[in-house]
């Protein structure tokens, strides 16, 4: 039975498929005949170049394309992909048709500021998502509308974030900035408004100092390689939520590290290495991975660790490197595992 009736059904859907396709215009791309075949006519619009999977019809991928302009985008698409092409600016209209877009995805393209006309963004309704990582944008674009989630401008040539363009984002969890050209200057005031920010990397920049006015929210913070060289006493009281924090290649010494900033009772996680520090700074005790490899440092103070040893009270250290700096086994206080009790491991070497 199964078998007899099939050659019958594939006929019947390429019979709707090719009428389909007659009434749109255009003829499909012979290496997607199956998508377009089991789509119904309201998903099945898609630009003739690119793909809208069956199983994903509102997602229109034209990704590895060698565009150089932004393709006519149906209503209907929700989430538009259109990665590695050649893309270089986006004419006021190019939404027009799809004011409810979700997600816009332009990763590797060669987008300019200068070529964003308008306020493109600004009148995407739902947008939630923008990625333009790995374009030649040398300032954040704007203004975006207030339903985003996840902004991500890294791999850009971005030298500054003026106060107001990230204005109003209240539900923005999720900002990557990392390998831009910021300096702390040009990033004042820019994120005071973001009450919902949990992720923001601004690794791979040229910050000589921590920005003012970071949301409490923050659970990941990322400033590894900058040339940061001191952080202001009580710099991270108010963050209760901080969990990771990343200052892995930078330039700080201990005087720039007043006595318990980096005392964060949220913390899990604390990445100095690769500075120039010479002593062990005192970490709360909840702390877990610490990592402080490729230092100056030739001293280990428990007190750094624990302030008392009791019962109770002890460091929650599992992983601690300390590799590359000058400290050997003997630097080691005999009662270190009264106070470290459930290292891992301690590496020196
Ligand atoms: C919007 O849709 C209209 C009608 O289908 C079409 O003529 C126009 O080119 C579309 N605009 C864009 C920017 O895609
Ligand atoms: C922010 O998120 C909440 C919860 O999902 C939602 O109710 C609210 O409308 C969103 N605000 C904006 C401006 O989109
Ligand atoms: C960290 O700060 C708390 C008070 O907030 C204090 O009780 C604790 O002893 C400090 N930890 C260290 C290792 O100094
Ligand atoms: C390493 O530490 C020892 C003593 O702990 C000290 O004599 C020596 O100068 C230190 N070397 C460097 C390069 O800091």
Redesign the pocket.
Known sequence: MHLSSLPFFLVLISGIFCQYDYDVGYFPDSDYPYIHSMEGPSSAICAPECNCPENYPSAMYCDDLKLKSLPIVPPGIKYLYVRNNMIEGIEENAFDNVTDLQWLILDHNNLENSKIKGRVFSKLKSLKKLHINYNNLVEAVGPL???MDDLQLSHNKITKISPNVLE?L??LTVLHLQNNQLKTDSLSGAFKSLK?LLYLDLSFNQLTKLPKGLPHALLMLYFDNNQINNIPDEYFQGFKALQYLRLSHNRLTDAGIPGNVFNISSLVELDLSFNMLKTIPTVNENLENFYLQVNQINKFPLSSFCKVVGPLTYSKIKHLRLDGNNLTRSDLPQEMYNCLRVAADVSLE
């Open positions: 509308p207030n339903t109003g209240v539900n919902s």
